[in-house]
């Protein structure tokens, strides 16, 4: 017995629409420029996580892990609980992209090289790797003038 097909609706209406017949987006290479075009990183106070990765060339899942390890780097996040990244969020993500892609750091190490440096100077340094000693003999001395002066007022 042969089947016959349902004459109830043409066969154009009863096939479910195709995802082709939406535009695609364009997927973006993964060559794709490190550094976003300067009004769109200045022109937003917030930016989201799917616009930081396109800005800085992370993916999602690694600023995430990145938020994981690095416990400082945790952006705000808005009432629906959306990660909402600021200017300064995304300079971090660069530093610490360098440091871990580009200098070959370990997480250890990058966390150990910021903590020593502290993350607003790494931020000013244009290139950690040159020669950056931090002088902690002039560091304490500086340290005791100020204790000894902070002793002297009171």
Same mark, same amino acid.
């Given at each position: 017995?042969?089947?016959?097909?349902?004459?109830?609706?043409?066969?154009?209406?009863?096939?479910?629409?195709?995802?082709?017949?939406?535009?695609?987006?364009?997927?973006?290479?993964?060559?794709?420029?490190?550094?976003?075009?300067?009004?769109?990183?200045?022109?937003?106070?917030?930016? #989201?996580?799917? *616009? /930081?990765? @396109?800005?800085?060339?992370?993916?999602? %899942?690694?600023? $995430?892990?990145?938020?994981?390890?690095? &416990?400082?780097?945790?952006?705000?996040?808005?009432?629906?609980?959306?990660?909402?990244?600021?200017? #300064?969020?995304? *300079? /971090?993500? @660069?530093?610490?992209?360098?440091?871990? %892609?580009?200098? $070959?750091?370990?997480?250890?190490?990058? &966390?150990?090289?910021?903590?020593?440096?502290?993350?607003?100077?790494?931020?000013?340094?244009?290139?950690?790797?040159?020669?950056?000693?931090?002088?902690?003999?002039?560091?304490?001395?500086?340290? $005791?003038?100020?204790?000894?002066?902070?002793?002297?007022?009171?």
């Amino acid at each position: 017995m042969q089947r016959q097909p349902s004459r109830s609706a043409p066969a154009s209406a009863r096939r479910s629409p195709s995802r082709s017949a939406t535009p695609k987006r364009a997927k973006q290479p993964a060559d794709a420029p490190d550094e976003a075009p300067a009004d769109e990183a200045t022109a937003k106070r917030y930016f #989201r996580i799917g *616009e /930081v990765s @396109r800005i800085t060339g992370v993916k999602a %899942h690694v600023l $995430r892990y990145w938020e994981s390890e690095f &416990r400082w780097m945790a952006p705000a996040k808005s009432r629906s609980q959306q990660r909402l990244y600021r200017q #300064r969020d995304i *300079e /971090v993500i @660069r530093l610490l992209k360098r440091l871990l %892609h580009e200098q $070959r750091f370990t997480i250890a190490g990058a &966390r150990k090289r910021l903590r020593e440096l502290g993350v607003a100077k790494a931020l000013e340094a244009p290139q950690l790797d040159l020669g950056l000693e931090i002088d902690h003999v002039g560091r304490y001395k500086r340290i $005791r003038e100020e204790l000894e002066a902070i002793k002297q007022l009171l």
